[in-house]
């Protein structure tokens, strides 16, 4: 069964903003350590975004400054907003989780969505 769901990629011009999003099924009580991870053409999967202990966060040297993760526990959904995208941005991006889900907790990734910078 899927847990997570992304949405948001699109095609856009280098300097361009967008905001992903990711959405835990219903039958999903909690999420922890939310994440994005973003993997480039011929490149190995990275990770980007994190949070840690509930509110810190960290991000990789490539996209600090310009890529904010955030979270909203009410309706088990977080964020990736990304501002100034250049071409090497470009990726399909994935988000990740630990989900609750009756009495078990698990790893879980989205199905990834394409962010594309490109003039």
């Known amino acids: 069964q899927v847990q997570l769901v992304e949405s948001g990629g699109d095609l856009v011009q280098p300097g361009g903003s967008l905001t992903l999003s990711c959405t835990a099924s219903?039958?999903?009580?909690?999420?922890?350590?939310p994440a994005w991870y973003r993997q480039g053409p011929g490149k190995q999967r990275e990770e980007v975004a994190r949070?840690?202990?509930?509110?810190?966060?960290k991000y990789a040297d490539s996209v600090k400054g310009r890529f904010t993760i955030s979270r909203d526990n009410t309706k088990n959904q977080f964020y990736l907003q990304m501002n100034n995208l250049q071409p090497e941005d470009t990726a399909v991006y994935y988000c990740?989780?630990?989900?609750?889900?009756?009495?078990?907790?698990?790893?879980?990734w989205g199905q990834g969505t394409q962010v594309t910078v490109s003039s």
């Open positions: 219903e039958s999903i009580s909690e999420i922890y350590d």
């Open positions: 990740y989780a630990i989900v609750y889900e009756g009495q078990t907790y698990y790893p879980s």
């Open positions: 949070v840690i202990d509930q509110t810190d966060t």
